[in-house]
């Protein structure tokens, strides 16, 4: 039986809290009704599912190393950034009941999101281990990356703009909702930055799988963690608000419909 590593132990460290978070998300997307949820909640519970898996592979590594166990391993820690950044996305549609935000145009930042999440997939797939065994990304996957950098910047933006259009008139459920991305942003930011400069700098301490598994736990696993329960904390309390409403996509001529629970 091979050696239990510093980064197994982080693995386990993530199957234990993701199942909560799953658990936590499927409850808020129940909550706020499955179809009229979809487009906002689902990302949680795909981005807990995700590091679920992520962590499987890794501990698949103590027993079982291969190259193809690595790369399940890089791409579900590169893909993970695409739910991680729609489920902020998506609290903005639960947040704008009476869409202020053009739907269009947030439906154009999830495309460019799934974009990044195809290029990150394909860059990691095809690329090779350099002469030192570690990976270094490619062209592909810094295209990926600087979408996924583009779509955070975007929905700073449009965070800032809701938020300055609405602060007189939020309910408690949506002031709740605003404290989540605010209280995450920071670790967001942070845990884009660990990605950034895994891919765009030659710092082998921020290589994947190889890379210094402390710097990894602090600023890319913790900061997951950390923003994720915020939001799903939050998130909970919110949808059991009296003044909570569903948010039904579909418009009709005198508005969107919603309705209260």
Same mark, same amino acid.
């Given at each position: ?8 132990? #982080? ?23 499955? /179809?009229?949820?979809?487009? #906002? ?9 995700? /590091? ?7 501990? =698949? ?8 166990? +690595? ?5 579900? +820690? ?10 902020? #996305? ?13 739907? /269009? ?34 062209? #592909? ?37 605003? =404290? ?43 900061? +997951? ?31 969107? +419909?919603?309705?209260?629970?």
């Amino acid at each position: 039986m091979g050696t239990v590593t510093y980064r197994d132990g #982080i693995a386990i460290l993530q199957l234990i809290i993701f199942p909560l978070i799953l658990v936590a998300a499927l409850f808020i997307w129940n909550r706020t009704g499955w /179809r009229a949820g979809s487009k #906002i909640w689902r990302y949680g519970v795909t981005l807990s599912l995700i /590091r679920i898996a992520g962590s499987i592979s890794q501990l =698949l590594t103590i027993d079982h190393d291969s190259h193809d166990v +690595e790369v399940a391993v890089a791409v579900c +820690e590169l893909i993970g950034l695409a739910p991680l950044l729609l489920t902020y #996305i998506g609290v903005l549609r639960q947040i704008d009941i009476d869409q202020r935000l053009p739907p /269009r145009f947030l439906n154009l930042v999830t495309l460019v999101c799934i974009v990044a999440l195809i290029l990150g997939i394909a860059g990691v797939s095809t690329a090779n281990d350099s002469n030192d065994g570690t990976y270094h990304a490619g062209k #592909i996957v810094k295209v990926s990356m600087a979408l996924f950098l583009a779509v955070f910047a975007v929905f700073v933006v449009l965070a800032g703009w809701l938020w300055l259009q609405l602060q007189y008139s939020l309910r408690a459920f949506q002031k709740k909702l605003f =404290l989540a991305v605010a209280l995450s942003c920071p670790f967001l930011v942070v845990r884009l930055v660990y990605s950034a400069i895994s891919d765009y700098a030659d710092f082998s301490s921020f290589t994947v799988i190889t890379g210094n598994p402390t710097i990894y736990l602090c600023m890319s696993v913790l900061e +997951e963690i950390i923003a994720m329960a915020l939001t799903m904390a939050l998130g909970m309390s919110a949808v059991l608000e009296k003044d909570f409403v569903r948010y039904n996509p579909v418009k009709t001529q005198s508005g969107p +419909e919603v309705r209260e629970v």
